[in-house]
């Protein structure tokens, strides 16, 4: 299978290695940044493009990762799949949501294996979570990411790049709850900003209150300027359970009044990569656990999220 990758810095180093793990080579990399794919390139031995477009072209790839921030996607995901091969993006997927919508239907008329990179679904504790509560209803979903952002990192910081940390980085807490609670209807957010204006140009702080098809609620709070112990964890709900899923490996509670405690071997980072390369080698897209459909929504959710953040706390409603 020949592999390649639009956009080599961040991420797509994690997405290399779960490649070398699976013993897949990378034909091609492509990155604006001339001397990165002269690196990258010599320590693959890829080629190497500057021009995605030129490698999509030449190089008759079965399968492009696309790793690079929200705030640049154009037509990078439309030419990859008009070209025939699948397709692996890194979250979030846009910050237009007429262009997202306008991708989500090249993927669905090519028909290609699509995949997006929320490796939470893909990580031990989740797979456990999902059997434990069988067929219980989850009553009640809180999430965190209070995690201090990196002020060296090059656009995280930025809204017009990065969308805020609800889109670009809390993005997973959404997903993680989604998947496990199902869909969300409504949102009301509210933000605070001052604590960390040399971090970041958004908001310091925020939470997010979800209410769910299910009937189910939820809250996911966030921020950007501190360190918290177990920062990004998620927290479940219903009658007689309490789970508590901590990234990247732990799960514990008690059910029915039985402890839970587990701790897994498997983030879901490197086995995201192995669960897309088997979905693409078997032509079988019900291997794939996020979607490009899947991702879509959990941006609309965000979006919504950020909307009601920037209109006071206004209630917004989740479209479907």
Known sequence: MRVGMIGIGGIADVYRKGLVQYNQP??????????????????????GYTDYREMIAKEQLDAVFISIPPGVHGNQVIDVVKSGAA????????LDKALVQQTHAAIVASGVINQVGYMARYADIAAKARELIGDRK???????FMVRMPTNHPWWGKRSICGGQIIEQSTHMFDLLRYLMGEVVQVQSYGHQGAGDDIADFEDSTIVNLRFASGGIGSVVSTSCTQVPDGAAWELTGRDLYLKLTMDLDLSGVIDGQPVSYRGDESGYIRQVGEFLQAVRTKDQALVRSSYADALQTLVV????????????????VEG
């Not at 397709?87 to 846009?94: E, N, Q, R, T």
């Not at 965000?302 to 409603?317: D, I, Y």
């Open 26 to 47: 990378i034909a091609a990399v492509c990155d604006i940044n001339g001397a990165r794919v002269a690196e990258v390139a010599a320590a693959t031995g890829a080629t």
């Open 87 to 94: 397709v692996f993006v890194a979250k979030p997927i846009g």
């Open 138 to 144: 989850i009553v009640m979903g809180l999430a965190r």
């Open 302 to 317: 965000t979006m919504a999220a950020e909307e009601s953040l920037q209109t006071g706390g206004r209630p917004v409603n």
